[in-house]
């Protein structure tokens, strides 16, 4: 009897372990192990897409929401941005090749393969159809959690919507 009980115990633990989700949260790894050079985060972007990242009238500084946002995040990892400017056929396979460590795209839903990819889920904005966020090699889960728990926190305090009033004239983050 006792037996039986026992083992009932364990398969009704297993079924609900089944069940239930890890929650992901970033380790105590130091960013700059999470990146490919350290102190540094490099990004992948098309600087053609106003107001969300393109050239200042000099053609020298990017700027934008996506820029602005991307620097704040830096800021609040202790990491420097620096911006690899491509072009929307090469984010991806730049990405797959390592030239920098995340980049920002918009694409179809559909269109996310997310067995290669991972997205950073607060920076992920519905725009003409179409979504625009943070994009990973799926290995990166860890400096994935950072950057959305860095960019989460920028949401609560404001900034973002500061960004957001700075380049579309409505805060953009919540749905307005």
Do not use: W
Request: proline share 4%.
């Amino acid at each position: 009897m006792k037996r039986t009980s026992y083992l009932l115990l364990i398969a009704v633990i297993l079924i609900n372990l089944m069940g239930c989700q890890r929650e992901s949260v970033p380790d105590d790894t130091p960013i700059e192990n999470l990146t490919l050079e350290p102190g540094s985060l490099k990004l992948g972007m098309s600087l053609d897409k106003e107001p969300f990242a393109y050239l200042d009238d000099e053609q020298i500084t990017p700027e934008g929401f996506d820029v602005e946002c991307m620097k704040a995040i830096a800021e609040a990892l202790g990491v420097k941005l620096e911006i690899i400017d491509t072009t929307n056929e090469n984010l991806l396979p730049s990405l797959d090749a390592k030239i920098y460590d995340c980049a920002i795209a918009e694409m179809s839903p559909e269109a996310l393969d997310e067995t290669k990819y991972l997205n950073v889920e607060s920076y992920t904005f519905a725009y003409e159809g179409d979504i625009r966020t943070i994009f990973l090699d799926k290995k990166n889960e860890q400096l994935m959690l950072r950057l959305d728990m860095a960019f989460s926190e920028l949401l609560d305090n404001g900034k973002v919507g500061e960004i957001s009033q700075k380049h579309f004239n409505n805060d953009i983050t919540i749905g307005d």
